[in-house]
């Protein structure tokens, strides 16, 4: 499976922003797609997960609120719609995939990654 994440910019503090990963290549019927993020001399984190079954999402508690995961089932593509983002959302976004149906993506490893997109939030 290849993913494409796209839809990084630059936005200033207060913004909103949506990022889209694309799945491409073999799909499965039990999949579990999910979001990921590195800030500059950080660990990599768990945003939100989403399993394709029936879109059930799961949401880091750090974020949970200002962000929701959504899936285009036609598209195989998945979004990640932030708002009120702050400075410290800055990183470079990353999605992934695995097989399965777990509904809490922070818990499990992901197999397939996209190359990331970078977010800046300005201040």
């Known amino acids: 499976v290849q993913l494409q994440a796209s839809g990084g910019g630059l936005v200033q503090a207060g913004g909103s922003l949506r990022l889209s990963c694309a799945a491409s290549g073999r799909t499965f019927s039990s999949y579990v797609m999910a979001w990921f993020r590195q800030a500059p001399g950080k660990e990599r984190e768990f945003v939100a997960s989403?399993?394709?079954?029936?879109?059930?999402?799961w949401y880091s508690n750090s974020m949970k609120g200002r962000v929701t995961i959504s899936r285009d089932n036609t598209k195989s593509t998945i979004y990640l719609y932030m708002n009120s983002l702050k400075p410290e959302d800055t990183a470079i976004y990353y999605c992934a995939g695995r097989l399965g149906d777990v509904v809490d993506g922070s818990r499990v490893p992901f197999e397939d990654w996209g190359q990331g997109t970078l977010v800046t939030v300005s201040s």
């Open positions: 989403i399993r394709w079954g029936d879109n059930s999402p």
